[in-house]
């Protein structure tokens, strides 16, 4: 991308009420009325029509159907509204999330339950009882969907192997940890697709060698083959997690891209020196370890927050930080300081905004794009 | 040997409480209903307990949103802000305490670390507390200049922490101490001073309670430190079995051994058999002391259900064994 700072969203929006209602019942036009506000706000001028065949819709497929198109396209009219450079594939509207939406199309794992993964989280986690295979497309739809309705440029996120195999119970596979060689799910997507993000947040879960070997092997067997951008996002390691990443980064093949979390685990006060943007310092291990792609920043939290937010520095709204834009200018002037060439930074949300508010997720991301405008002003 | 068998740390929420905390999440439950169903949980894991013949009862602590959180509440000088991380090698997250001051016992309500109201008066009641060297491990240090200054703060206070516990009627506590034995998320190697500073640090924790204490570790080989568990003031101490090899151990103790025979990471269900048969050869390598069946650690990493079959399977096999003296 030609302008520096481009902003792109990261993973999964919020379900919106009425499409999580209209999954296992028909709706009402009383369950539409936030739709119909938000439609006002993102310009979707088709939404009286769509309501009237929703309503209309008799069998269930053709309601759910219906449904995960359109809420593809609130996802896509959002994050073109807010002004992203790249918008994804609208915020995953069409997947329960990231893992079982994956587990749920693959044959020989059986969903047990919901396991914590942190306060009022849960994954819905399942075990291999049997030789695993891909029943049916997992992400084709979705895309098909968002090449129809989107007018930015795409991205399709999809779940790395080695997550899946770490999140999910061994079973059939228990004695050794295998690569679930889900090659075929990528193919669907890949159908046209120039961008494709593999979400794997799971590496550095184990830091040992002979794990991170293994996620190396499973990385470049899944892109093998394919021409396309390749980008891999992983949030929330361990203590020494993006250390240990830096060092297997550049033996990713195809992989010019890293997506990484940092506005977590940073200060809320200005600044562009390392004493004010210490989240940001493992970037460094990534330019000492020779990765010479891009880096998607993270500049905005993604979940609850509470403390001190300095004047200038945004503000706490209920549970959450609304950074302001001069906050995602420092931390984006400061990840360039490090990488040493702004036209390698991209701006990103932590990870998915799929815990916040749409109102929220709508405030952050244009800070974000704001923010970026500052960094680009700043960098001339 | 008879061994009992007892919980620790958080157990899973049931898919019902699951729901109602998701559904309070996104304010569309109210608390008092959450609130309920934890009562409701904690009602069902105490008749899950006496099902299974156990002495002491754990509560579950279906309230706790991760295994620091109750501690980091009634502190001063220690929040938790904006940062959470991984829990070990788990799909569990936990926020980072921050220690951003000197460190003090507030004023707190026992039950926020145990409900004691729904516990049977007539068994003994435990509670699993990071050990001090876990918690300071986990924490991020912006105040004490030195590690062994914070941990001997951390220990003060929750020795602070376990005396009004007591008091209150807890009669057990498990003191977490995975940090220990599993850290490649340091990358030196657990040298003798700092070992030497988490033993005084634990020992400072229970000097002078008259209660009864085990330290455990789990998620890694405790092998190498288990003789210098042993000599610490506590009548327990546990490790994981998955992860320590004890064919080569030879231990005397008058202690008791808390074996964790279940797995909390994975989903299959030992068998009760297969935990009456490997006590009984962990046994063997053990003089004096007696053993205590135990998961390995929490066993909130795997659904309400598969934690459920796994928690009677500790019962049955102290049965079996009673069965087969």
């Known amino acids: 991308m030609s302008k520096l700072y481009p902003v792109q969203e990261i993973g999964s929006l919020a379900k919106p009420r009425w499409r999580t209602k209209g999954l296992t019942q028909p709706l009402s036009s009383k369950d539409l009325v936030e739709a119909e506000e938000w439609a006002q706000r993102l310009g979707i001028p088709d939404f009286q029509d769509r309501a009237k065949q929703l309503l209309a819709a008799q069998e269930q497929n053709d309601r759910v159907r219906e449904l995960l198109e359109l809420s593809t396209i609130y996802g896509l009219r959002l994050f073109e509204q807010t002004g992203l450079d790249n918008v994804g594939v609208g915020g995953e509207q069409q997947r329960v999330e990231m893992y079982e939406h994956v587990i749920r199309g693959v044959e020989g794992m059986r969903v047990l339950g919901h396991v914590q993964s942190f306060d009022y989280k849960y994954f819905n986690k399942a075990v291999a009882e049997s030789k695993i295979y891909r029943k049916h497309p997992i992400y084709l739809q979705e895309f098909l969907d968002v090449k129809k309705n989107a007018k930015g440029q795409l991205k399709v996120p999809i779940t790395g192997p080695y997550t899946l195999v770490d999140w ?15 090659k075929k799910q990528k193919q669907e997507a890949k159908r046209e697709a ?102 998607g920043v993270g500049v905005v939290h993604v979940h609850d927050f509470s403390g001190h937010v300095p004047p200038g520095s945004g503000k706490e709204v209920g549970r959450n930080i609304l950074e302001s834009p001069e906050l995602v200018r420092d931390r984006l002037l400061y990840a360039a300081k490090i990488v040493g060439d702004p036209a390698k930074i991209w701006a990103n949300p932590d990870c998915g905004l799929r815990t916040r508010t749409w109102d929220v997720t709508f405030a952050k991301l244009i800070s974000t794009v704001k923010g970026a405008e500052l960094a680009r002003e700043a960098s001339r | 040997m008879s061994p009992k068998a007892q919980l620790g740390g958080i157990y899973p929420r049931s898919e019902q409480l699951i729901k109602l905390t998701r559904s309070y999440d996104r304010a569309k439950t109210d608390l008092d209903t959450v609130k309920k169903q934890i009562e409701q949980d904690t009602l069902e894991l105490v008749k899950l ?26 502190l001063d000088g220690v929040t938790t802000g904006t940062r959470y991380d991984r829990w070990f090698d788990t799909n569990t997250f936990y926020k980072k305490p921050t220690i951003a001051g000197e460190i003090g016992v ?31 491990e986990l924490s991020e240090n912006l105040h004490y200049t030195s590690q062994s200054d914070l941990l001997s703060e951390v220990a003060a206070a929750e020795h ?31 040298g003798k001073a700092e070992l030497d500073n988490a033993f005084a640090a634990l020992r400072k924790t229970v000097d002078g309670i008259q209660a009864k204490f085990s330290v455990h570790t789990y998620f890694g080989d405790a092998t190498t430190i288990l003789p210098d568990l042993l000599k610490l003031p506590v009548d327990t101490v546990g490790f994981d079995l998955f992860e320590t090899d004890y064919s080569k151990l030879k231990i005397e103790t008058t202690k008791k051994l808390a074996l964790g025979i279940i797995d909390g990471r994975e989903s299959n269900a030992e068998n009760p058999k297969w935990i009456a048969e490997t006590a009984t050869r962990v046994s063997k ?41």
């Open chain 2, 160 to 190: 602070e922490i376990i005396k009004r516990l007591k008091d209150a009627g807890v009669s057990r506590f498990q003191l977490s101490e995975p940090c220990l034995v599993y850290r490649p998320y340091r990358e030196q190697a657990l």
């Open chain 1, 194 to 295: 120039e961008w494709i993000q593999i979400d794997e947040p799971a590496i550095t879960t184990h830091p040992e060698p002979a794990d991170m070997d293994l996620f190396v092997e499973s990385w470049n067997e899944t892109v093998r083959g394919f021409n396309c951008k390749f980008s891999d996002h992983t949030c929330y390691p361990s203590e020494i997690g993006y250390k240990v990443l830096a060092q297997y980064a550049p033996k990713l093949d195809k992989c010019t891209h890293l997506a990484l979390e940092f506005a977590n685990r940073d200060g809320t006060s200005l600044g562009v020196d390392a004493k004010h943007r210490e989240g940001y310092r493992d970037l460094e291990y990534f330019i000492q370890n020779g990765y010479d792609g891009e880096f």
């Open chain 1, 168 to 182: 999910s119970f061994s079973g059939h596979y228990s004695g050794g940890r295998t690569s679930l060689s889900l």
């Open chain 2, 285 to 325: 390598h053990v003089i004096g002391g007696d053993v205590v069946l135990v998961p390995n650690s929490d066993l909130k990493f795997v659904p309400r259900k598969v934690a459920d079959v796994k928690a009677r399977a500790l019962g049955d096999a102290t049965r079996l064994i009673e069965e087969a003296r």
């Open chain 2, 49 to 74: 307990q006496d099902d299974s013949g156990f002495e002491t009862f754990s509560d579950g602590a279906f309230a706790w949103q991760d295994q620091l959180r109750p501690i980091v509440e009634s």
């Open chain 2, 106 to 136: 507030q004023a707190f309500e026992p039950k926020n670390f145990i409900r004691a109201d729904l516990l049977p008066r007539t068994k003994g009641w435990k509670v699993t507390l990071p050990g001090p060297y876990t918690f300071s």
